[in-house]
């Protein structure tokens, strides 16, 4: 059985799309039996309403053209795994959808992600640099016509290089999204260590545009944390909040086992 991931990207490849500029969502939803329209909704981000094989997406204007396609892609998804349903959906950004626990909501986010963004076509764009700064992450935000959040978390999901994607507030971490070949023993802190860049941008509004060197410590609760380094860069987010990617530079960090005993150090 397929994942939500997978069936998107299969979607893909049977319409034979192979470049970014030809994922014209609405016409992916249109060939699927989906109607796209936009309106001034309220109280959520999009509906689906389907009858028989066809259905109306109504979609909430967004000045982000990213949110408006993420959104398309998010109701697809209902139509093409969660038929039968009626939907209202209240958000239009993965990053959001993080902070939940529906699983149909994520599920959906999932098929929006590798409809939007799929690997064939993703990976070449972000491999182009060893660390994507945040300028290149936009540059491929924009081919996509995706917003950067979503970006970053499909950079992290693709799980084609080291990457940790969180986004935090003043008062903690908000959510956080890891490459799957990234160590679990790797515990990211729940507040903002004094340290980071991230808690620099939102005490003093300075961003931090390219990776930089970070002493490892300053973002894992580890206890041979002090003993690494990493690479950090972080923009804001949604309002009074940062969106921070974390590179985990050192390959020594992958060479340490975990160890649930001693703090999730290896001795």
């Not at 300028?135 to 978390?153: D, G």
């Not at 808690?199 to 390219?210: A, D, F, I, N, R």
Request: hydrophobic share 40%; glycine share 6%.
């Amino acid at each position: 059985m397929m994942t939500p991931g997978q069936r998107a990207e299969a979607r893909i490849a049977e319409l034979g799309i192979r470049d970014p500029r030809d994922l014209d969502v609405e016409a992916i939803a249109v060939d699927a039996g989906v109607s796209v329209r936009y309106e001034p909704l309220n109280g959520c981000e999009a509906t689906l309403v389907g009858v028989g094989n066809r259905a109306i997406a109504t979609i909430r204007k967004s000045p982000v053209r990213g949110r408006e396609r993420f959104s398309i892609g998010h109701e697809l998804a209902h139509w093409e795994l969660h038929r039968g349903r009626s939907f209202r959906c209240r958000v239009d950004e993965p990053a959001l959808n993080l902070e939940s626990n529906g699983s149909l909501e994520r599920e959906a986010d999932e098929f929006s992600s590798h409809l939007l963004m799929p690997k064939p076509l993703f990976n070449p764009a972000v491999l182009a640099s060893r660390w994507p700064t945040i300028a290149e992450i936009q540059e491929v935000a924009e081919t996509f016509q995706t917003s950067q959040s979503a970006t970053l978390i499909r950079l992290a999901k693709v799980d084609s290089l080291p990457v940790i994607v969180a986004s935090y507030s003043r008062q903690g971490r908000l959510w956080y999204c890891s490459a799957p070949h990234v160590p679990r023993r790797w515990r990211i802190k729940s507040v903002l260590d004094p340290d980071s860049f991230a808690h620099e941008l939102l005490t003093k509004g300075t961003p931090s545009l390219v990776p930089c060197k970070q002493s490892a410590d300053a973002w894992f609760e580890n206890d041979d944390a002090d003993e690494y380094e990493l690479l950090e860069q972080c923009v804001p987010g949604m309002p009074g909040k940062a969106l921070v990617t974390l590179y985990l530079s050192e390959a020594e960090m992958f060479d340490v086992d975990y160890d649930p005993d001693v703090r999730w150090r290896a001795r």
